[in-house]
């Protein structure tokens, strides 16, 4: 089946740091990614969603300057939290969408923030 | 009013029970609807996609009522392998954008 992968898949920062994610589909190329967060005990909520070669567009309430996407390549899309800051710290989780037509997607293994 | 609610339960059950989820849906254009199965702290996987005639796969049955807007799961002779979190996903309308509901907590008791 298809693969997606996360690196890192824990990171521990100071407030005031970057973060880059990276999200990678292993063995497909997906022209649209979507970036989630997940709080504990809490659904995931969309970020945003990636396309390949153009601009990502943000959900509601999702700062664009604070979170980084670029989606240079086929296979890779990379997530930046800037200036991190302890109310970022959460579980950040990129899926690849398989289906065009179909809406399947498939998840990376996540990645677990933590600001201090 | 959510865009997808889902009763966020617990559930538990003995093993071999039935139990069947719900979830309804506000966007009466949405087109693809999916069950996804979470475990703690891992990411979701794709359970099964939901099919305007219902669809079976082993143990699982989804179904879609378009009129009342609801999804449903039916999971039989429950296994203890099926305790974890199930997500119901609904696409906004003929976009490639989703709706996660929060999720429903299924524990099956030995």
């Known amino acids: 089946g298809a693969v997606v992968s996360q690196h890192p898949s824990w990171v521990i920062c100071k407030s005031g740091t970057s973060v880059k994610i990276e999200c990678r589909s292993l063995?497909?190329?997906?022209?649209?990614m979507f970036w989630y967060r997940q709080f504990p005990k809490q659904s995931l909520m969309l970020m945003a969603t990636s396309n390949e070669g153009s601009k990502a567009t943000y959900e509601q309430g999702v700062e664009k300057d604070k979170f980084l996407i670029n989606h240079a390549s086929l296979t890779l899309s990379t997530l930046t939290v800037t200036s991190a800051h302890p109310e970022d710290s959460s579980f950040y989780i990129c899926?690849?969408?398989?289906?065009?037509?179909?809406?399947?997607?498939?998840f990376g293994p996540g990645t677990r923030l933590t600001v201090t | 009013r959510k865009e997808v609610e889902q009763d966020p339960g617990p559930f538990n059950v003995p093993e071999g029970a039935t139990v069947a989820f719900n979830c309804t849906y506000s966007n009466s254009a949405s087109q693809s609807f999916f069950w996804y199965r979470q475990d703690c702290r891992k990411e979701p996987k794709l359970l099964m996609s939901v099919y305007s005639s219902g669809n079976e796969d082993g143990r699982f049955t989804a179904q879609l009522n378009r009129a009342s807007q609801y999804i449903s799961l039916l999971i039989r002779d429950s296994k203890l392998s099926d305790s974890a979190t199930y997500l119901c996903?609904?696409?906004?309308?003929?976009?490639?954008?989703?709706?996660f509901g929060t999720g429903t907590s299924l524990t099956v008791i030995p």
């Open positions: 063995d497909f190329q997906a022209t649209t």
């Open positions: 899926s690849a969408l398989i289906g065009r037509r179909t809406g399947e997607q498939y």
């Open positions: 996903v609904v696409n906004r309308g003929t976009g490639n954008q989703f709706y």
